[in-house]
């Protein structure tokens, strides 16, 4: 039934991608444009996870946060492709200043999602959650909520303080006095203003 409404819509040559705790992804092809296809997994218990995704991306799209999202169903949703490779595969590749460049895009994009007071979950450990194109797409928000205590720069602070992403930044000469940095990111937590956002990222070097 979800493959019929999805071809109505005129999305070709439909192949299978990859599949996770509560979704099932494939590709296709949409006005010329190769796209990914997210589907609700079968069986699953949490409801609701794609309208709640496509909910977060409308909003975050705004922003340039996300993939584009193209349109969405109840059961499926339909975005733009992101080419590029996940963070942690990418790095070793990339130049110091490609990577201080990077994590500092990042930081900034977590930076609006607290904003928003949007919670993306999973910034602490984000391995499969963020694609390396010419900048980093953030990917997955269908557990995200709204609250007044968001985490995603935090969460991603400690990412970048835990193995094996601290032994890739050693790696690049990239260095990070961990008790300064432990105790900025506190401060950015009591008080999260873009001040505190530049301390960070000046830690990083």
Same mark, same amino acid.
């Given at each position: 039934m979800i493959f019929k409404e999805i071809k109505a819509l005129k999305v070709k040559n439909i192949e299978y991608l990859a599949q996770g705790k509560r979704s099932i992804i494939y590709t296709g092809i949409f006005r010329n444009k190769k796209v990914a296809i997210k589907t609700e997994k079968p069986g699953?218990? @949490?409801?609701?996870?794609?309208?709640? /995704? @496509? +909910? &977060?991306? #409308?909003?975050?799209n705004k922003y340039k946060i996300g993939p584009r999202l193209i349109t969405s169903r109840k #059961? &499926?949703?339909?975005? /733009?492709f992101v080419k590029g490779r996940f963070i942690l595969d990418s790095f070793p590749e990339k130049s110091k200043k490609e990577i201080l460049k990077l994590i500092k895009n990042?930081? /900034?994009?977590? &930076?609006?999602? =607290?904003?928003?007071?949007i919670n993306k979950l999973e910034m602490h450990h984000p391995i499969k959650h963020i694609i390396i194109? +010419? #900048?980093?797409?953030?990917? =997955?928000?269908e557990r995200s909520y709204l609250t007044n205590n968001p985490k995603n720069v935090t969460q991603f602070c400690q990412f970048i303080m835990s193995h094996p992403l601290i032994d890739i930044l050693n790696n690049k000469k990239i260095k990070i006095d961990r008790n300064n940095f432990i105790n900025i990111v506190k401060e950015y937590k009591r008080d999260k203003t873009k001040n505190n956002l530049k301390k960070i990222k000046k830690e990083i070097n």
């Amino acid at each position: 039934m979800i493959f019929k409404e999805i071809k109505a819509l005129k999305v070709k040559n439909i192949e299978y991608l990859a599949q996770g705790k509560r979704s099932i992804i494939y590709t296709g092809i949409f006005r010329n444009k190769k796209v990914a296809i997210k589907t609700e997994k079968p069986g699953i218990s @949490a409801k609701d996870r794609i309208l709640n /995704e @496509a +909910k &977060f991306l #409308k909003i975050i799209n705004k922003y340039k946060i996300g993939p584009r999202l193209i349109t969405s169903r109840k #059961k &499926f949703m339909i975005y /733009e492709f992101v080419k590029g490779r996940f963070i942690l595969d990418s790095f070793p590749e990339k130049s110091k200043k490609e990577i201080l460049k990077l994590i500092k895009n990042v930081l /900034e994009q977590c &930076f609006i999602l =607290d904003k928003l007071k949007i919670n993306k979950l999973e910034m602490h450990h984000p391995i499969k959650h963020i694609i390396i194109d +010419k #900048k980093p797409v953030l990917i =997955d928000f269908e557990r995200s909520y709204l609250t007044n205590n968001p985490k995603n720069v935090t969460q991603f602070c400690q990412f970048i303080m835990s193995h094996p992403l601290i032994d890739i930044l050693n790696n690049k000469k990239i260095k990070i006095d961990r008790n300064n940095f432990i105790n900025i990111v506190k401060e950015y937590k009591r008080d999260k203003t873009k001040n505190n956002l530049k301390k960070i990222k000046k830690e990083i070097n």
